[in-house]
């Protein structure tokens, strides 16, 4: 029986440890700062669950001034799936920089190189966006995220681009879109740790109450802290997250009078 135990405490310790090293894998991995650009604002948040489930952010500076941004998801828990969204941020980052690639095309070379490394069964699901902050231009592909919403006028539209996750399959293309942003707009990034977190009686906070929570306060410029409030409203005390939530906001500010 005390044998039993211990195995049982020995187990237990050995998982803890291995919680640990995948929230240290991935914390470590999350940029230390944001872009500072002139005339835009951004907002980052990353709280990984107890079992780490491969959420992950980047920011990389392109050349004449352009910032790329990833917000992206690796199937799994543990250390797999926080190795493999470091893998993955790091890939995107060096092809954004070796070369002058688009989003559609940075996200062909990123499938081709993961679907040759990682396991059968992972993949990646990641949007990437690349911003020209003079031009308020913003270009952007999809590998099978949750599509973000820009707020415009009172009004949240998803930014849609048809794209499979990453390491899939091999010979995959990527459509691209592009918005022009005006000032006071906003896009809202985030993984499906949002959306899919259930209330105490099972409810999901889901898609349209997303949406409809980003058209009324997306103009304001703590849209982040807002929609974080209204997360743990939603979910009540002794929420136990399965699953990290990542947001990132990337606002015009509206023009100084």
């Excluded at 392109?62 to 790091?90: E, H, N, Q, S």
């Excluded at 993949?123 to 949750?146: I, Q, R």
């Amino acid at each position: 029986m005390e044998h039993h135990l211990e195995d049982e405490a020995r187990e237990r310790a050995r998982i803890e440890h291995e919680l640990e090293v995948a929230r240290d894998i991935q914390l470590g991995s999350l940029p230390e700062g944001v872009p500072t650009l002139e005339g835009w604002q951004i907002d980052p948040y990353c709280q990984p669950a107890r079992e780490v489930g491969g959420d992950f952010y980047e920011f990389y500076q392109l050349g004449d001034g352009r910032v790329g941004f990833v917000v992206g998801d690796a199937t799994g828990k543990g250390v797999p799936a926080a190795i493999v969204t470091t893998a993955t941020a790091a890939y995107l980052g060096g092809v954004a920089a070796a070369s002058d690639s688009s989003p559609g095309e940075a996200l062909v070379l990123a499938n081709e190189a993961l679907f040759a490394r990682i396991p059968a069964n992972m993949f990646v699901t990641c949007f990437y966006a690349v911003l020209d902050p003079e031009g308020a231009s913003l270009t952007y592909a999809n590998a099978g995220h949750d599509l973000p919403y820009l707020y415009r006028n009172g009004d949240a539209e998803e930014l849609r681009a048809r794209g499979m996750p990453l390491g899939l399959m091999p010979g995959m293309s990527y459509e691209e879109g592009e918005v022009t942003l005006a000032e006071g707009d906003c896009v809202l990034f985030y993984s499906d740790g949002l959306v899919e977190a259930h209330a105490s009686d099972g409810e999901m906070f889901g898609f349209p109450r997303l949406g409809a929570f980003v058209a009324e306060h997306g103009g304001e410029r703590s849209l982040r802290n807002l929609l974080l409030e209204e997360l743990y409203s939603f979910v009540g005390d002794g929420w136990e997250q399965e699953d990290d939530v990542t947001l990132l906001t990337l606002r015009r500010s509206a023009a100084r009078g």
